[in-house]
């Protein structure tokens, strides 16, 4: 496991004891530079993406250098919303299998499940390498094992689904739809076509 890696697995355990130079340093492993904002040090600083010139902006700990709990938890956050921590994303792909992921903080282990299909197929590792290897194996093994057994390994989909909107997010989309001169079903299957990735 390499350095960063371990300093992001001690971050998503929450310790009180994360030091505002373990954040400055993992941040700058990520493109982020510090740009000191007050005159003293106990003074809001800020770390700047040096690509993308993204803004984090935290109140820099004082007199003690540990970083307070609502802090980390945003820190989290942050790096999870930018997906410059790209195992922090929540989900990784193999062929065309998606697989979910998460952190037990009790077993101090990353894991996650196949999404998508009428199985239930976990995996697990103690890091993001691990986490990935162990993903794309249960994806082959499920694979092989569905030819075994000769079914289709993948869920299917009946191309009909139940969803619960506003009532007046209901309406603003009937009106679109009749404008438009088409159903609602066609105004909603075109929405989706546009958020959704080819």
């Known amino acids: 496991m390499s350095k960063r890696d371990k300093m992001i697995k001690r971050l998503l355990k929450r310790p009180r004891d994360f030091t505002y130079d373990e954040a400055k340093t993992l941040l700058s492993q990520f493109g982020y530079k510090e740009e000191k904002r007050g005159r ?11 690509k993308t010139k993204h ?11 540990s970083l307070r709990m609502y802090q980390i938890d945003e820190l989290i956050q942050i790096l999870r919303t930018q997906g410059v921590i790209q195992f ?3 989900v ?8 979910s992921i ?5 077993d101090e282990v990353f894991y996650g499940k196949i999404e998508g299909i009428d199985d239930s197929v976990g995996f697990e590792g103690s890091s993001v390498q691990e986490l990935k290897l162990a993903f794309h194996e249960a994806v082959e093994d499920y694979v092989k094992l569905c030819e ?10 009946k191309g009909s689904f139940n969803i619960r909107i506003s009532p ?17 079903n066609q105004f909603i299957e075109g929405a989706i076509k546009e958020k959704v990735s080819p």
């Open 55 to 65: 803004i984090i902006s935290l109140h820099k700990p004082h007199p003690q250098n």
């Open 92 to 99: 990784m792909f193999h062929k065309d299998f998606i697989g």
């Open 102 to 106: 998460h952190y037990s903080t009790d």
């Open 40 to 50: 003293t040090s106990g003074s809001r600083t800020a770390f700047v993406h040096i």
């Open 148 to 157: 075994t057994t000769g079914k289709q390994p993948q869920k299917a989909y």
């Open 88 to 90: 922090m994303k929540d």
């Open 168 to 184: 007046e997010l209901h309406r603003k989309a009937a009106r679109e739809a009749a404008v438009r001169g088409i159903s609602l």
